[in-house]
């Protein structure tokens, strides 16, 4: 896929995202939107997976660590095809398959329930080890929060996975520098934090836009070619990406868009989407 058609899904993504926590009225807009380019590259180009067969036996698998980015994450499985993309009106909403964390056995495309922060690193971390126990050649992917990595279990896990020397797990620490309550730096920082996995033997690939496909797509090659080691990719990025309003802003991290402002990033969205598409 080139990469005006990842930045189109990335868009889409985007707009799922502010629909999605609109309509709930609830919800993690900011940490949501600073992933769309790697949930468009995961969903779109790197991973082996079938919409059409969400539990084939051999396909990659993906755990979003941290799992209150869900609204991104369902906008990319929407517009895979692993459900309508209408569902995504339905975040949050009693009965419906898309809660505000992901629950594995409700939504197809959800291979691990997530949301208590440093979980899902470690439920990664326990597939890839499956993987090698049953000479398995599928890869597993985790997303993880530059916030979460200040949870102990992220380390217990990272630990264990540098002394297996699991290559075919690779960690995506999505660093936008803000947690919920300001930046992280000033909360309880994990910086430096490439130097905190290469101390535990991980191949650390640091980039300094993770909204750069090309970049990324540099990152996942190196991942998937190096041996010996897990990987982890530190990116930097911006909270609230696309939506003027609220880039670098700590306040939306969890609070869902009124009318007027979900309209109007969606008219930014859309504006954005329109010049992509006469390129």
């Known amino acids: 896929m080139t990469n005006i058609e990842l930045q189109k899904k990335a868009v889409q993504i985007r707009k799922g995202i502010i629909k999605g926590t609109h309509a709930a ?18 969903y779109f180009e ?25 609204p991104g994450l369902y906008a990319a499985l929407a517009l895979k095809g692993f459900f309508p993309e ?3 009106l339905t975040l949050r909403h009693i009965g419906s398959h898309l809660q505000g964390h992901p629950t594995l056995g409700y939504t197809p495309g959800i291979d691990m329930s997530s949301g ?3 979980q899902g690193a470690s439920a990664s971390l326990g597939m890839a ?17 530059d916030g979460e990595i200040q949870e102990g279990q992220v380390w217990e896990a990272a630990m264990f996975a540098g002394a297996r020397k699991l290559d075919n ?15 992280i730096d000033e909360i309880n920082s994990p910086y430096p934090i490439g130097d905190k996995f290469r101390a535990f033997n991980f191949n650390v690939i640091e980039i300094d836009d993770g909204h750069d496909f090309d970049k990324l797509r540099d990152a996942f090659n190196n991942a998937r070619n190096t041996k010996g080691m897990p990987s982890v990719i530190v990116m930097k990025t911006i909270k609230g990406k696309d939506v003027s309003f609220m880039e670098n802003v700590v306040g939306w991290h ?11 990033a969606l008219e930014e969205l859309d504006k954005l989407e329109e010049e992509l598409c006469q390129n």
């Open 25 to 42: 009225k609830a919800g993690h807009p900011g940490g949501s939107l600073s992933s769309a380019e790697v949930f468009a590259f995961l």
């Open 169 to 183: 797990l690779c960690w995506i620490v999505d660093n936008n520098n803000l947690q919920i309550d300001g930046a």
């Open 116 to 118: 208590s922060l440093g």
């Open 254 to 264: 969890g609070v869902a868009p009124k009318d007027d402002e979900a309209a109007k």
């Open 86 to 88: 209408e569902d995504l």
């Open 129 to 145: 080890m499956a993987a090698r126990i049953d000479k398995k050649d599928y890869r597993v992917y985790s997303l993880l929060g």
């Open 46 to 70: 790197e991973m082996n997976i079938d919409a059409k067969n969400p539990n084939m036996e051999d396909r990659d698998r993906f755990v979003l660590s941290k799992g209150h980015s869900a």
